[in-house]
Structures are given as structure tokens and as C-alpha cells.
């Protein structure tokens, strides 16, 4: 009876050992599985321009967030809260419509600051338009002018003006979510309002230009005007350096989509930057009505022999009436990446792609023309492309440029193939039902504000690699800014920091956020082998990747597929906390790498940094070839497994119990390996080790598959249950050989 006592009294403390174990075990791993899947959010880095973000934390704010916010209802009250404004204050316009007959000036001794933007809004969920349809066609009549700096203006319409809706000359400036509409010259233009800022490092920079939409504006000529002049958007004649348009659309304006003209006169602009930005219908109004002299180009990127080297990425350009993107006589080197162009040249004959005045080191990749009218032309190097010359459609593939040096005269290279229309199972959706009289905004857009082309003219299959893509995964751009005096939290985010937006929070992109959120320590890896063709909440990366530059072992991965490391090529992402970079390269790499600016050698292949808490950024320091990155926070742990996924039961019962139990229970290891249990006969041990990753694990490798999950949460899960049943087993098996043992032991 005793020995029965006390078996029962060792079962019992089984039985509770085993639900302790199966509670926290699942809570500890899934907790940390609830880290993982957090997104980080990308900053706005005005010197790389190579984020990824799509819409700022302002534009997520509610009224109500804004403590101090002063609310205007009449023009009067606009212009007045506008004369006075001064850094960190929140102006909230009540939705209606504002009508001025004079142009709105916000001289250059109105400024926000760097990290406390002056904010102007529309009131949550109404339409507010600023009406300037009074004013009479000419030149000075400009709707709004904005000279200042660090001002925020979100929501609003602009609409009629006898010139530009907004001429923009200020500096570190943002419009988000916002129309310009019928205004009778450029919906929204990049230059200087002082004549007398003679060079470009006075001239409008740095300004971020985002989700906006412009339509219908026109230089109309039985006013006076030409029909040539009134793009949807421009950063021409006097801009300077950081400007960036990004995720907004033109169509159905009297000249062109984009103009980033130059004239010989005043010289080079900055480098202007557009992604994710849709250009249609250029040349003819949403009524039909069409004037000749409109050039009607979706993107137009220069003029007069000035050269300025613009980048242009991830946009779609369709039935406009002339091309879909032109050098316009620009002899620098265009970098142009990932384009689709579809049915452009509807008035006036030309090819969707007209670059052929391009500098020879220009750069052309992932481009796709489709249904096009006239050849497209190019000057500089091709790769990965699909274009049009002489009736015939050339691909051009493989990681290899191809230099182009003459298309004017009919070059032809790659393979002949159909138009690409024509093939099945290369675009999502090519049938274009949009209604330039609907709504465009609510037609393509998320409510975020993001584009979303619902699949049309969008790669898919064996062209996937090409054209733009929209819709794919939504980013945030922070941009700090306090709300008010009270503002503590917004306040605080924005101490110690150089850039005009940075990342503060780690959220999801529904959420509402705050800089003094908790942010997850695990460590950020980006893996170019198995995360090519994936987003990367964490790393912005702009460039070009390889196949072919050989293979790299590292922690037991073998990799693959890598970033060039080129002039064009940039890096950059936030760090939450104090951290160590890992850069791994060539394996006989010995030359420097660029973080912040700063040369630093390689070792081995191998580039491991401590950097600060902040924003940073990576270039070319000398040419190579990126294989993996990783961004751990100090004092962190970050786990691999090895390949013993398929290892036999009791070799993953001695090393998961030798890494769970306490030394009680570790000393009692060799005896229930020792001892035959009925169901459980000893295995053959190979010595394999299975590691299991604690809390903080964020990532998983697989040394023989060369996997490496990244924020997954599919793979994250199954993980952590395949962790869990291992744990489980092995406590259960620990605790009957204990049992056995000491059975064995009393006879």
C-alpha cells in the first residue's frame, strides 16, 4: 500500500509538472511570436530617398489627438490662423468650402521646425476645399504659396486658381491626401517665390509630395492661355535637391502628368524622385476636351540639353496622348526602375518610352511596354525589358545590362515576343473600366490613401519581375511632429535626431501610435536569398540583385542571391535601440562599406558595427555584393537551429531535456536514457543538437534548406508548436524514468 502512496504521489507531481510546463511553455512562446509579427515602420530619408513608406503617423491622427488644435470655419479665420501659426500648432479646418479671390501666402518667416511641424487639416471625415476660382487667368494669380518650412497640410482641395493651385518654394514641407483640381496652370509646382534665390541650394527642397491626386487642370486657351502649360504636377525651372513624389496620381490634365522641365537659363534642378505614382489620360480633360499644344506626356523628365540624373520607380503610365515617360532631352543618367507603360501616344504618335537623349550610363530595368503605337527608344543600359521597335516586341533578360547607344536608328536586341497583352496569364487585369468623370480617389484608392489599381496592368507569371505593382504592402512613414505644448509623447520622440521624419513606433498600419510605445528587441534580418521578392517592413532597400556573383556560407546558410553593392544602391532603416549591424559579403571581401557616411572595412567578408539608437544608412563604400543583413539589439539573443529537423526521437529528448530541466533532473538523464520503457526503446543517439530559442527568438534558419523565416507568422507558429510538443514529450519522458528508476532502485 505504501508503494502505491507513494507512485500516486509521483504521478501526481507528473501530472502538475506537466500542466505547468504545457501553460507556460505556449505563453512564453507565443508571446514572443506576438513581437515578432509587429511591423516596423520606414522613415523618410532625405538623403538616400529610397523609402518604402506610403503614408505618414500624422495622417493616421484623429481630431481628438490633437489636444491643442484650433479650429478655423471661415476664410478669414484660414488666413488668420495661417499669418499666426507658429511650430508644433494644429490648425483643424470644418469641412466646407472656402472661397478666396486673392492669392494665400505663407511667407518664409512662417516656419514649423524640424520634428514640431505646423499642421493644417481637414476635419475628420469631411471634404474641404479651398475655392480660388474667382481669381482671373494669369501668372500672378496663384492659388496658394507656401515660403515657409516644416508645414503639414492634409485633406484639403485646391481648386480653380488663375495659376498654379500651389506653388510650393518653402523647404522640408508636406502635402498628404490632398487635390488639386482646375486650376488653370500646374496643379501643384516646385519652384522658388523669390526671384532672387539665384542657385539651387535656395531653391524648394526636401519636400514630400504624398497620395495626392491632380486632375483637370488647364491652361485653357480661349482664356488666354495655351493648353501647354497646366501639369497635374511639376518640380521644374528652380527646385532643388529631396524632393519626392510618392503614391499619387495625374491624369486628364492639359499638358502632362509629371514635368520636371529645365531650361538653360537658370540650369540643373535637384534630383527629383517618383515612385508608386499613376500617370493617365494626360492631354484630354474628364468632358473630352482636348488643345493640341498640350504635350501630354505622362512623365516628362527634363527639357532644353539641362541634365539632372531623376529616379523614377514603380509607376504605371497609360493611354496618354503623347509618351508614357520621357527623357525630354535630359542628357544625364536616368535611373529608371520597374515601369509599365501601356497604350501611350493616343494623339500624338510617340512610344511609351522616349529616352534616347539620355546620358550612356542612364539605367533601365524591370520595364514593360505594351500595346504601344510607335517605337520605344532609348539611350543608355537595359536589362530585364520588354520594349517596342519596328512592330516587334524585344525581351531583353537576365541580371546583365545591355548598352544601348543609338535606338533612334532602329536598334534592335533580345528575344522577339508577342505583345505582352496578347499572352495569357501575364497581367492580373486588363480591362480598364475606369470613368475619368468618377471619382478617382475613391475608385483606385485605400483607405489609407495608398493606390490600389485592383490588378490592372499589373504583372503576374513568368513577367512578374517587371512593371509596376501596387498594393503589395503598405508602409508607413513616420513624421514626427507635436500636436501641441502638451504633446508630450510626440515631443520627446523627436529629441535627438537630424532627419525631417523618423521612424518612432513599432505598429501595424491600423493603429493609432505613440512614440513612447514598446517596441520589440528581437533582432531584424533581412536574408536576400529566401526575402528577395518579399517587403521588408524593416530595412528600406533600393538597388539591384543578383543570381550570379557566386555563394556565401554563414551560421549555416548557404546564400545565394545578393545586393550590388553600387553607387545607386542605399540601404537604410531605424533602430529602436542600441544595436549591432552584421553585413556579410564575399567571403574575400576586404575593402570598405559606407555606414552614415563612414568607410568601414570588411573582415572576412564579414562587417559587424555597433550603431546608436536612430536612423542609418549604407552605400557604396567600394563595389561588392550584399548577402544577408542583420540588426540586433545589444544584449539580445538571437538563435539559430540547425539542420536536425528530421533527427530521430531520442536524440531531440536528450538535448531538449538537457536544455529544460533543472540539474535535478538533468542528473537523471543518463538513467532514463538507459532505461527500455514499454513504447520507448532507446534510439541510436547521432549527437545531433537541437537548440530552442528562447522569447526573444525572432528568426529561424534551416541549415539545409537555407530558409530563414523573417516576421513570418505562418512559419513563426509552427515553430513554436513544433518547440512546445518537443518540451512536452521530453518532461514527460524525464519524469517516467525517474519514476522507473527509482522503482528499479527500491527492489
Known sequence: MKRFKDMKSKWALILAFVMIVSVVVPAVLFSATDNVNAATGKSYDKTSLSYTGTYTDISLKKDADFKNAKYVSSSDEIISALQS???????????????????????????????????????????????????????????????????????????????????????????????????????????????????????????????????????????????????????????????????????????????????????????????????????????????????????????????????VLNCLSFDNGATGFTDNNNPSALTLTNLTAWGNGKNAKKGNFVCYRAGSGAEYSGLISVNAVDSDKFMGNVKNSIYYNSKKYYQLSGDSFTQILNTSAGYKSGTVVNNPSSASGTFKNINNTIKYTDNIDELLRNADGTINMNGLYETTGSYSSMGAKFNVANQIVYVTGKSSDNDKETESSSENTSETTTAQETTTAQETTKSDEPVSSAAHVMNFTTDITEQNAYFTISGNYSESKGSVIYNGMTLTKCLKIETATSISFTCDTDSELTLVFNSNFAKKIKIDGVKTAATNGIVKVKVAKGTHTITKGDTTNLFYISVAPLGSQQETTTAAQETTTAAQETTTAAQQTTTAAQQTTTAAQQTTTVGQEESATKGTEQEITTAKTEKTSTAASGEVSDNSTKTGDSSHVMVYVIVLAACVIICVGVIVFSAKKKK
Not at 137 to 156: A, K, M, P, T, V
Request: glycine content about 14%.
Open 85 to 311: 501659426a507658429k511650430a508644433g500648432d494644429v490648425i483643424i479646418i470644418k469641412g466646407g468650402t472656402y472661397k478666396f479671390s486673392t492669392s494665400v501666402i505663407v511667407n518664409n518667416t512662417i516656419n514649423g521646425q524640424d520634428g514640431s511641424y505646423i499642421i493644417v487639416k481637414a476635419e475628420d471625415n469631411h471634404d474641404v476645399k479651398f475655392d480660388f476660382s474667382a481669381q482671373v487667368f494669369n501668372s500672378q494669380n496663384r492659388g496658394f504659396i507656401l515660403d515657409g518650412d516644416y508645414w503639414y497640410f492634409g485633406g484639403i482641395n485646391f481648386y480653380g486658381a488663375g495659376d498654379n493651385g500651389v506653388l510650393l518654394a518653402g523647404n522640408n514641407n508636406i502635402f498628404e491626401r490632398c487635390v488639386f483640381e482646375a486650376n488653370r496652370d500646374t496643379g501643384l509646382q516646385l519652384s522658388r517665390y523669390d526671384t532672387t534665390a539665384a542657385t539651387k541650394d535656395l531653391w524648394p527642397s526636401n519636400n514630400l509630395i504624398i497620395n495626392c491626386t491632380a486632375f483637370n487642370n488647364c491652361d485653357f486657351p480661349e482664356q488666354g492661355g495655351t493648353g501647354e502649360n497646366a501639369d497635374g504636377f511639376a518640380a521644374k525651372l528652380t527646385c532643388g535637391e529631396g524632393n519626392v513624389f510618392d503614391g499619387c496620381i495625374s491624369y486628364c490634365n492639359s499638358d502632362d502628368g509629371w514635368d520636371l522641365y529645365a531650361k538653360t537659363a537658370t540650369g540643373p534642378i535637384g534630383v527629383v524622385t517618383i515612385r508608386n505614382c499613376v500617370a493617365f489620360a494626360n492631354g484630354t480633360l474628364t468632358n473630352g476636351t482636348h488643345y493640341a499644344n498640350g504635350d501630354m506626356n505622362g512623365f516628362k523628365l527634363g527639357g532644353s540639353g539641362v541634365g539632372t540624373p531623376h529616379n
